[in-house]
């Protein structure tokens, strides 16, 4: 069985796209938001209710290449719900106030879900 | 500067638009905020509305021009 370690960086963000049932790509972490539009996205989706995986980009810019290659999107943030691109920060808050943000959350999570957050630390090589 | 080029850029991809503004969010030209209103947009989910936007500003946020890029669609007939 292969590790986390023997993946290559695309196939790492891949895997926690498709793992993750919200994942945030973003600047800084929960905890230290580098960027005010990551920070956007962060409180739209914990107002709507999302269990959040967060993955710092800054670390290393191959990151957001290889992110950026998988997703056709070309900013940070990027939301992933259940594998989908949700959309960046604009979108995120658009949505959340207009309670569609909950709803798709809703319908692909359940709505009795917890609310976690969570950070993913990607292995460099 | 970089204000006129991706206004032009824009109303390059929207020809149907009938809004298009640019907005220079910091004055420093490189924190922009874009809202497009065009009836290209209707019935579209908003992540294809913005993916539109994003493509027709791929070159300057590829190389660096557009450091900061915030996205306000509308779709208009």
Do not use: Y
Request: hydrophobic share 40%; aromatic share 4%; with cysteine.
């Amino acid at each position: 069985m292969s590790t986390l370690a023997d993946r290559t960086l695309g196939e790492q963000i891949k895997d926690v796209i498709e793992s993750e049932p919200v994942v945030l790509f973003m600047k800084g972490t929960p905890q230290m938001v580098m960027c005010g539009n990551s920070d956007r996205a962060l409180r739209a989706l914990w107002q709507s209710g999302a269990p959040i995986t967060a993955v710092d980009i800054l670390p290393d810019p191959r990151i957001r290449q290889e992110l950026s290659a998988l997703s056709g999107w070309p900013t940070i943030p990027q939301v992933f719900v259940k594998g989908e691109l949700v959309g960046g920060a604009d979108i995120c808050e658009e949505l959340a106030a207009s309670g569609e943000l909950r709803g798709k959350l809703d319908e692909a999570l359940g709505a009795d879900r917890e609310q976690t957050v969570k950070t993913v630390a990607l292995t460099l090589s | 500067m970089a204000s006129e080029t991706i206004r032009a850029l824009l109303e390059q991809a929207f020809p149907n638009a009938s809004d298009v503004q640019v907005v220079d969010r910091t004055g420093g030209g490189d924190h922009f905020h874009v809202t497009v209103v065009s009836s290209d947009f209707v019935g579209l989910p908003l992540i294809d509305q913005h993916r539109r936007v994003n493509e027709a500003l791929a070159a300057p946020l590829a190389d660096g021009t557009i450091h900061e890029l915030r996205i306000t669609t509308k779709g208009a007939v």
